[in-house]
């Protein structure tokens, strides 16, 4: 161990961690970062397909506003540490960056492991100390500060930075090892579910389309008959178990924090640049101007083949019917399989499938303003832990660096 009483010790290695070990090194404590790993920042470099979406193109009160609610809480973190004070920081150590047109910011390389080890080079710079393969086993509170026990030695430390994560993706090691100190300590935990997560579907011919994709989705969760719950639009892939992709992973949330999963639905918009009534005329003037053509071969103007003719079929029309004679009520009927398909929920793929947590340490024993604990002074919490969640799209990272650096800069 670098330092047998370190200022500060940081409890996870991963984004939020990284960015408060750094923040607080600078400001000339002397700290000590704690990783269970053999490698920190394991979920950096999976995000994004390996490319890491760092931020979103957006001001600070985009980010705050896509978190919900709950975004109230991230107004202090990103005065301290904003998107552009994210790009900054990343640009300074060679890492380029683009905006694409959705909104995502990614590394010009389209490389995850070029933000790690800029990360990684920042933070040995600042004097950190960071020990690998030393899981926290337990964490108590001393007249003093904390005493940390691992699996090699015991530490007492004045101050504590938690960003031991959630539990998605455990085979990360994120799997809730804060809750249970920070539960031990008096803090209420809302209660961890999957968040941007695959959903399940029990159609057959859902799995029959496993590896079409559509660019641009609609998609509605509704809780029967008519109430919706959540409502996002983006890009869309079948798969053998039901649906992923932006959209999917954006609706999830409501699904998984419901109580009865299995009593929701899925409303899904095939063609969301169109309304209906548009698509309808479209049906109309194109099956009466190629009525020798397939049906089908109309339909594929607008949605991918596959899609088509599975359409067609859970309608019961012939896949090599042809356009002409098409009646009124099979246009609307096949017009509303585009625009109002019903979907029903099967469930969610969990934690181990999920790119966020939803859920964690209630944001109102949290001091915003210096990321530390009402309820323990001393203890400072940043990132995943804490009940913050937003889309799909850079906002869970911009959360976690500005969390994590305001926490560093506070100790």
């Given amino acids: 161990m670098p330092a047998s009483s370190p200022d500060v010790v940081v409890i996870g290695a991963g984004a939020a961690g990284l960015m408060a ?19 920190p920042g394991v979920k950096i470099l ?33 005065a301290k540490f904003s998107v552009a004070d994210a790009i900054a920081f990343f640009e300074d150590l060679g890492v380029a960056t683009k ?85 031990r300590f008096g803090h209420t935990i809302v209660t961890p579910r999957p968040a941007l997560v695959p959903i399940r579907v029990e159609a057959p011919w859902v799995a029959e389309l ?19 719950l959540t409502a996002r639009r983006g890009g869309f892939l079948f798969a053998h178990f039901g649906l992923t992709g932006p959209a999917p992973l954006d ?7 419901h109580p009865i999963p299995r009593s ?37 103007q607008k949605v991918p083949r596959r899609l088509a003719d599975a359409l067609l079929a859970l309608l019961g029309q012939a896949a090599d019917r042809k356009a002409a004679g098409l009646s009124r009520p099979d246009r609307i009927a096949l017009a509303a399989a585009v625009k109002r398909q019903r979907l029903a929920v099967g469930g969610a793929l969990g934690f181990e499938k999920a790119e966020v947590t939803t859920g964690g340490v209630s944001l109102d024993e949290v001091d915003s303003k210096t990321m530390q604990s009402k309820l323990v002074p001393g203890l400072y919490l940043a990132g995943e832990i804490l009940d913050l969640d937003g889309p799909i799209g850079g906002y ?16």
């Fill in 251 to 257: 609706v999830s949330k409501a699904i998984t924090k």
């Fill in 396 to 411: 869970n990272f911009q959360a976690a660096w500005s969390t994590g650096w305001l926490a560093g800069a506070s100790v």
């Fill in 264 to 300: 929701l639905e899925l409303e899904i918009d095939f063609l969301p640049g169109m309304s209906e009534t548009d698509f309808d005329e479209f049906l109309r003037t194109e099956t009466l101007a190629s009525g020798k053509k397939q049906l089908a071969g109309v339909l594929a």
């Fill in 210 to 228: 496993r590896g079409v994709t559509l660019d641009d989705v609609g998609m509605k969760v509704i809780e029967r008959p008519d109430r919706v």
């Fill in 46 to 78: 999976m995000s994004g397909g390996t490319r890491c979406n760092i931020t979103h193109a957006c001001d600070n009160r985009g980010i705050v506003e896509a978190f919900g609610p709950n975004g109230r809480f991230l107004h202090a973190p990103l």
């Fill in 21 to 39: 070990a750094i923040s607080a090194a600078e400001r000339g404590k002397s700290v000590v970062l704690l990783e269970k790993n053999r490698k």
């Fill in 99 to 183: 905006v694409e047109d959705t909104g995502k910011i990614f590394p010009v390389s389209d490389r995850a492991l070029d933000v790690l080890d800029a990360l990684l080079r920042r933070m040995h710079a600042s004097g950190a100390a960071l020990v690998r393969e030393e899981p926290v086993t337990d964490l108590k509170r001393t007249e003093g500060g904390f005493e940390i026990t691992t699996a090699k030695q015991r530490l007492s430390v004045p101050r504590v930075i938690l960003t031991t994560g959630g539990q998605s993706y455990p085979g990360c090691g994120t799997r809730g090892d804060g809750y249970e100190f920070t539960r």
